[in-house]
């Protein structure tokens, strides 16, 4: 394996979150790798929101994994920033690169950069990129931000480098996989949560019956792949019901949170059909909230998606009926086994470990996709949620 002294650190100010530097004068050395032993995982609580399925099969990889031979690999995983909703894909990768004795690191700014030039973000992962392509590592594990980072990802391929992209997917770069939700089936949970009468707590608003406008506030643009297709899932729902869905655009431009609550305010005070409901299906969600309550309307239900700490405030407060939460945890977690895993006992082998995860958004087989599911925590049940979390070193 090729180091080139760099130990991953730049004048970007990037977080290095791993001990691998101090393993650097080995890795550069000619002696060989030394052998582990053997992988023992760090044991899951079990409560009723851990994914039995989920670990039943991260279990049977370990056996194999030990079975095949072990020794550490080199390996990279890039996330966006470090911060808020990347904090537990961070823990869950730290845990399981450690787990795994692997050399490397877990990058990203400390925290979210301004991308007001839409460029800058990208700009630096495909270096990060092209400096895990010179450094000679075996896997790569990425949360892209969009086709900007496509060409640097299909060249990492065409070196022969296995790449696993998580959070955000890029379909058409030739990755080898991808981790994380199935966002058309995502979304389609949300609608699903606010449709449902089962959920409710005596405090938050019902659903009325329509005719009645539901605000969605997504991206229905065909830029964000990911955020439209959550978008969509959405929509798809809602239009099998008597309910006319109005999509309004999110805004995630730094500083312009005021701005975006005031589209949904504008909204609510002049649907016609009147707004009977609210979806929010991105981590910004929470500001559905504070739009109703700007204009009184505290009769409108609300499902929210992620587990932001202002999300969890209002929940607390019960003006959310339901908030879809994905897995973080697990994408940062299964990311480095995967990436072990196709080192040591091959990447078909690894596949059919996988195969129950393997489907997607209709429960068909999918060969490119791990579809690690998501978490829909109703209101009432938001603090055993929170335990969960807490219990796993997951909270954001």
């Known amino acids: 394996m090729k180091m080139t002294g760099r130990c991953w650190m730049t004048a970007l100010g990037l977080t290095l979150m791993t001990a691998a530097c101090a393993a650097e ?3 550069q050395s000619d002696k060989p790798t030394e052998e582990i032993i053997e992988i023992r995982r760090d044991r899951t609580p079990v409560t009723e929101f851990t994914p039995t399925e ?17 020794k550490p690999i080199e390996m990279v995983v890039l996330l966006k920033h470090l911060s808020t909703f990347f904090e537990p894909i961070a823990t869950g990768a730290n845990r399981a690169m450690g787990e795994l004795e692997a050399v490397g690191n877990v990058l990203g700014p400390s925290t979210q950069m301004t991308t007001d030039d839409g460029t800058a973000s990208q700009n630096l992962q495909n270096q990060q990129i092209a400096n895990a392509i010179e450094d000679g590592v ?3 594990g990425i949360s892209p931000y969009d086709v900007l980072n496509e060409p640097s990802v299909k060249e990492a391929v065409k070196q022969k480098l296995h790449v696993v992209t998580f959070d955000t997917d890029l379909k058409d770069s030739g990755r080898t996989l991808y981790v994380g939700a199935i966002q058309k089936e995502a979304g389609a949970k949300a609608a699903q949560a606010l449709l449902d009468s ?10 009325p019956p329509p005719p009645g406008t539901i605000l969605v506030h997504g991206d ?21 019901t008597g309910y006319t869905a109005q999509v309004v655009q999110a805004v995630f431009i730094n500083g ?9 305010k504008t909204q609510i005070l002049n649907a016609n059909p009147p707004v009977v409901g609210m979806i929010g299906v991105f981590n910004i969600s929470y500001r559905c909230v504070m739009a109703a309550e700007d204009t009184g309307r505290l009769d409108i239900p609300i499902v929210t998606f992620d587990f932001d700490p202002k999300t969890v405030e209002y929940m607390q407060k019960k003006r959310i009926k339901a908030t ?7 994408e940062g977690y299964l990311v480095p086994y995967i990436l072990y895993g196709i080192q040591h006992i091959g990447l078909e082998a690894t596949k059919q470990i996988l195969g129950p995860l393997m489907v997607d958004e209709k429960g068909m087989p999918d060969e490119h996709r791990v579809n690690i599911g998501v978490d829909v925590v ?14 796993i070193g997951s909270i954001q």
């Open 324 to 330: 879809v939460v994905q897995r973080q945890y697990y």
């Open 25 to 27: 004068d080995a890795a």
């Open 54 to 70: 989920l670990e039943a099969r991260i279990d049977d990889l370990v056996k194999a994994i030990n079975q095949s031979g072990l």
């Open 256 to 264: 312009q949170e005021g701005y975006d609550v005031d589209q949904l």
């Open 378 to 391: 109703p209101a009432n049940k938001f603090q055993a949620y929170n335990d969960f979390l807490d219990q």
């Open 220 to 240: 229905a643009s065909t830029q964000w792949y990911d955020g439209s297709q959550r978008t969509f899932g959405v929509l798809d729902v809602l239009g099998q």
């Open 198 to 207: 089962k959920i409710k707590d005596d405090e938050i608003p019902a659903l």
């Open 138 to 140: 075996q896997g790569l």
